[in-house]
């Protein structure tokens, strides 16, 4: 298996974007996963949606000239995830994340991105699980048909304290909404001590990956100290034909530790590894 590895810009949020997208050229990776995290990261969804089409191939000029391409755009609405989660209460909030859904759609199509990726949605205090499960089943609908309209592959990221944080929760999910994939990150349940067995059924579900360091009761942390068995993932990978990118995404954010990980040495072991292990007949002594 030859995988395609990308890297997330918004592993090194303090840089200046195109400082981040040297970087990861630097790192030999040849595709980057983009952060369009409102209030987090250095691209903004409401300053690259006021002149989109001008905004996406100023990006994809700068990945052309770095020898980079999107491999994700992940759209993120409010530094929470809930205030405007897809199947907020608030049916105008819901009309904004659609809005900035199909807007992220024609972003990725301009910059040339071969996938994107959103939250699923969250539970409201106040509401019935089984109502928010089933407006979140709506809005997936939705946007799974605008996705395939625009021939753009969408993944959602189950994730802790999300409407799915459990993989049975997610597997019921996709069986709700046909066409509905996966952008799996294991580190999401790992942190709480869920075991490999229990999430590797969704990887037949996954469109994009993401590989970092966890451990029960980190979500982040080193090469070293991981607890995911990557080699197993690898193994599963194979098994069930996946053919996305496998993005390594460290972050750098003041929650759950996230903060306390030297990104860019734990990127480079990460690299290194699946480089490795997916092409061992290549000589990568001083990788």
């Not at 969804?45 to 000029?61: H, T, Y």
């Not at 996966?182 to 999430?199: G, M, P, Q, R, S």
């Not at 030297?262 to 990568?284: K, V």
Request: hydrophobic share 40%.
């Amino acid at each position: 298996m030859k995988p395609k590895l990308s890297c997330a810009d918004f592993t090194f949020p303090l840089l200046p974007h195109s400082q981040q997208l040297d970087l990861v050229a630097m790192l030999g990776f040849e595709a980057v996963d983009i952060g369009l995290f409102e209030g987090r990261s250095r691209l903004w969804p409401s300053n690259e949606f006021c002149d989109l089409r001008r905004s996406a191939q100023l990006l994809k000029r700068k990945l052309g000239d770095r020898g980079l391409k999107a491999a994700d755009v992940y759209l993120q609405t409010d530094p929470d995830f809930v205030p405007y989660a897809a199947n907020h209460p608030d049916s105008s909030r819901r009309r904004k994340a659609r809005d900035w859904f199909v807007k992220t759609l024609e972003y990725a199509i301009e910059c040339g991105a071969s996938h994107v990726t959103t939250l699923p949605g969250a539970s409201f205090e106040g509401v019935p699980y089984l109502e928010s499960f089933r407006r979140c089943c709506e809005e997936m609908a939705w946007r799974v048909d605008c996705a395939a309209d625009a021939g753009i592959p969408f993944g959602i990221e189950a994730h802790f304290g999300s409407i799915i944080p459990r993989p049975k929760s997610t597997l019921q999910l996709l069986q709700a909404v046909p066409g509905l994939t996966l952008t799996l990150d294991y580190t999401h349940f790992v942190y709480v001590d869920i075991a490999a067995e229990e999430i590797e059924p969704l990887l037949s579900h996954a469109t994009h990956f993401h590989a970092r360091g966890a451990c029960r009761d980190r979500i982040q942390c080193s090469f070293q100290r991981s607890t995911i068995d990557y080699d197993r993932v690898l193994q599963e990978m194979e098994r069930v034909g996946y053919r996305g990118h496998i993005c390594v995404e460290y972050v750098w954010i003041d929650w759950e530790h996230c903060n306390e990980t030297d990104n860019l040495s734990e990127t480079i072991l990460f690299r290194n590894f699946f480089q490795r292990e997916c092409s061992p007949q290549i000589d990568r002594t001083f990788l």
